[in-house]
């Protein structure tokens, strides 16, 4: 179900406005709309829809929009043309006491810097958002509780948020914008002033607690490698318009342009690609026709030694060697039931190719990739470090 919609927002800061918002309409870009007119461009005609329940970034670098899209969805600013919807209201036409109801109930945001009050406690900051909706004190402090417990922040409660780290202090922020029971999140580089290690733990708790809370997440970041491992899709924003979006693996399968490109150069392709863009076609035997003769005659003519093995409905069996299917037609055995090996790993294809590498290099035989118990390839080892070094290659060729 779709929970933000944007449709055609610009936003125009400055003066002559008028005249630029006509200069968007001839599709001219930021640059020369500041020099003709003066106006700077926040954000060019962008449209997208936000589903209930996803987790929706936002990247692009420094002044390419991220933040002015922020403020323009919980309206803070006004879109200078376009319209957007919350769960299908257009909220330029609300009044202030619906503006600020949605505000306050229905969007919490996270900041970059905390944004925590240094002279309220943990408990008292976490309970600031209830507070200024006039939930009575003792309803409050039952939730904001909560929302720490959540956090695993509950034996701090009485400490000041000097005391804490900078990682726990945002896991205060993102219990004090939970503690509200928002339906949507607006985090705007949250996780971006914590250090590496601390911003990776803060990343897999989002993820967790996104299990739990299913909230519908907009969250901005510089930095590619999160929007890849939280992201459900990416929005890719540059001078104001968005260049592109989708999920990680389409954005880097696909990528719109070489702008989007050049985004992609730091990116460890092992990331993203999964084992479905990895596998080969299986070559197979079936076990309810096939008989020994058969097998070594395919394995010859398509130049392997192992086959894996399926029934009628394409389901895998195993797989069988060249050995012991000459040692079975020598014997004139008929079928190949007698020779079926069952040791192959079995992968599936959505898995990443980073979490099977390791799979990979240990085993004997290629693996299986199946799906819903029908074999639908094979992963085999040369094949994958090839493809992730071509596909290295194959983004750095282009610039
Ligand atoms: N209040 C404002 N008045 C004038 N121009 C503004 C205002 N807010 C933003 N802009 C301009 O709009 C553009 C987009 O800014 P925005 O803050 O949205 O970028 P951003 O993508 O969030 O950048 P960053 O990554 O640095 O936070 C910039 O050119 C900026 O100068
Ligand atoms: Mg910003």
Do not use: C
């Not at 036409?93 to 900041?111: D, P």
């Not at 804490?164 to 029971?181: E, K, P, T």
């Not at 949250?190 to 519908?216: H, Y």
Request: glycine share 6%; no cysteine; net charge negative.
């Amino acid at each position: 179900m779709t929970k933000i919609k944007v449709e055609n927002v610009t936003k125009i800061f400055g003066k002559h406005i008028n005249s630029a918002l006509k200069l968007v309409e001839q599709k001219k870009n930021k640059t020369e709309i500041l020099k003709q007119t003066g106006a700077t461009i926040g954000v060019n005609d962008a449209s997208f829809s936000v589903n209930e329940g996803e987790i929706f970034v936002i990247m692009g670098l420094s002044g390419s929009g991220k933040s002015t899209l922020v403020r323009l969805l919980n309206h803070l600013i006004e879109p200078t043309s376009g319209s957007i919807y919350i769960d299908g209201e257009n909220i330029s036409k609300m009044n202030k006491q619906q503006l600020r109801t949605i505000r306050r109930e229905k969007m919490s945001m996270v900041f970059q810097n905390f944004g925590l009050f240094p002279q309220r406690t943990v408990l008292a900051n976490t309970e600031y958002g209830l507070e200024v909706r006039g939930i009575p004190k003792e309803e409050r402090t039952k939730k904001a509780e909560q929302a720490l417990e959540n956090a695993g922040l509950l034996p701090y409660k009485d400490q000041f948020p000097s005391q804490l780290s900078g990682g726990m202090q945002q896991r205060v922020g993102l219990a004090r914008a939970l503690a509200n029971d928002p339906d949507i999140l607006l985090m705007d580089e949250a996780f971006s002033a914590l250090d590496p290690l601390i911003r990776k733990d803060m990343q897999d708790e989002l993820l967790d607690l996104q299990q739990k809370v299913r909230k519908t997440i907009i969250f901005i970041t510089h930095d590619l490698n999160e929007a890849l491992r939280i992201g459900d899709r990416i929005a890719l924003m540059k001078d104001g318009k968005i260049i592109q979006i989708g999920t990680g693996e389409e954005i880097l399968t696909n990528p719109a342009n070489d702008y989007v490109k050049t985004f992609l150069e730091d990116v460890d392709r092992s990331k993203v690609l999964t084992v479905e863009n990895a596998m080969i076609r299986p070559i197979s035997v079936n076990v309810e026709m096939d008989g020994p003769k058969v097998a070594l005659k395919r394995m010859r003519d398509e130049e392997v030694s192992v086959l894996l093995a399926v029934d009628k409905r394409r389901e895998f069996k195993g797989y069988i060697t060249a050995d012991d299917a000459l040692e079975a037609s020598k014997r004139g055995e008929k079928d190949v039931n007698g020779i079926l090996k069952a040791d192959m790993p079995v992968v599936p294809p959505d898995m990443l190719i980073q979490d099977v590498l390791g799979v990979i290099s240990e085993s004997p035989t290629p693996l299986a990739v199946v799906n819903e118990n029908k074999l639908v390839g094979v992963l085999i080892r040369g094949v994958v470090i090839q493809s992730l070094a071509s596909n290295t290659e194959e983004v750095t060729r282009d610039e």
